[in-house]
């Protein structure tokens, strides 16, 4: 982020003289210039998004968009790509400036490629706050359930497997105990955790629902509002009016991860607990707690104490257990996904 204070005051310069650039510099068809020099172009068209990857190292770009990310941490002006009849043009300067970059970027070992780094699983509630309560009268005897107490232990039984399977990886729960935490100090958690130079990190919050319906049942997995801007980077980092644009980049990123990751668990939940419990699908939503952390994240509601059936289901440790696979599963598949792909999952 240090080098952007000066590529502002070069964009500031320039601004003027650099629209005149831009209509006359001569654009060249981006995939030949990448193929001619051995570098990967992975095309995102919904999102208009491109990464050029190569030994480890990328350039991430949009088209339409002056700013482009050099290996997910410098940004640099540059003429903003085009599609021309589908395809996408680049200034002779910004392939220049492609042909530079990997040109002197030494090859990434394999092991800095980019990983996941640590997993957060966060069991919403806690403490004074029990979640949504079940009451239920079975067999004359009236029974309660509460959400803080059924999402703690199918995070416990999520933390072992993910644990046993991945002694690489930081796995943590935001608590582990029936303690209170505000959504601010579970977001806090998060943002802080350290993580090395190619390392992402997983949120994971466990939630489960309640419904004035009784009838209401099944599971289902929020992810990240693709409409909504969140500001990753701090403000003093940059510019007021160029903050928007590098927000949107990295949050097209991390929404394509959140739908994924999404997709895979709620596919995973559907195999182990689908004929017991209905899957009520993918939904889109803006959650504090999902919003707030800079990383890819998803919320998911394994089904609903208000429903005499269902809250029955969640009482049973067997079937937790199966919710906790559920949700291992399809981590493990969306991990596999992600590091084999080098961390970028668009347009392949
Ligand atoms: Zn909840």
């Known amino acids: 982020m240090k080098h952007l204070n000066r590529l502002l005051g070069f964009f500031i310069f320039c601004s003027v003289c650099f629209f005149v650039n831009a ?160 959504l601010e100090e579970r977001v806090e958690i998060a943002n802080k955790t350290q993580l090395g130079e190619h390392e992402a990190i997983l949120y994971i919050s466990i939630h489960a629902n309640s419904a004035f319906d009784k009838k209401a049942s099944g599971f289902e997995v929020w992810y990240l509002s693709p409409g909504y801007r969140r500001t990753i980077l701090s403000e003093d980092a940059a510019d007021k009016e160029i903050l928007p644009i590098l927000n949107s980049m990295l949050e097209e990123e991390f929404t394509t991860e959140s739908i994924l990751i999404a997709k895979f668990i709620l596919d995973s939940l559907n195999t182990e607990i689908g004929k017991e419990s209905p899957n009520r699908g993918l939904k889109e939503e803006e959650w504090f707690v999902v919003r707030n952390a800079n990383m890819p994240s998803v919320l998911i509601e394994i089904g609903f104490v208000s429903n005499q059936k269902e809250a029955l289901l969640l009482a049973d440790d067997k079937y937790l257990h199966k919710v906790a696979s559920g949700i291992y599963n399809g981590l493990a598949s969306f991990i596999t996904h992600f590091e084999q792909s080098r961390g970028f999952t668009s347009g392949q």
């Open 23 to 182: 209509q006359s510099a001569s654009f060249v068809p981006l995939i030949e210039g990448a193929n001619q020099i051995g570098v990967k172009l992975y095309w995102d068209s919904l999102a208009g998004i491109g990464v050029l990857e190569k030994d480890g190292h990328s350039i991430q770009f949009k088209t339409e968009d002056q700013i482009a990310l050099f290996d997910y941490r410098t940004f640099e002006i540059v003429d903003a790509p085009k599609i021309v009849n589908g395809s996408v043009f680049v200034s002779n300067s910004f392939m220049t400036r492609v042909e530079n970059f990997f040109g002197n970027s030494k090859p990434v070992a394999p092991d800095s490629l980019f990983k996941i780094g640590a997993i957060l699983i966060d069991p919403g509630h806690g403490g004074k706050d029990t979640g949504a309560i079940g009451k239920h009268t079975v067999n004359g005897k009236s029974t309660q359930i509460y959400e803080k107490d059924v999402v703690l232990k199918v995070a416990e039984d999520l933390y072992k497997q993910l644990k046993t399977a991945y002694s690489d990886k930081k796995i943590y729960m935001t608590r582990n105990d029936d303690t209170f935490l505000s």
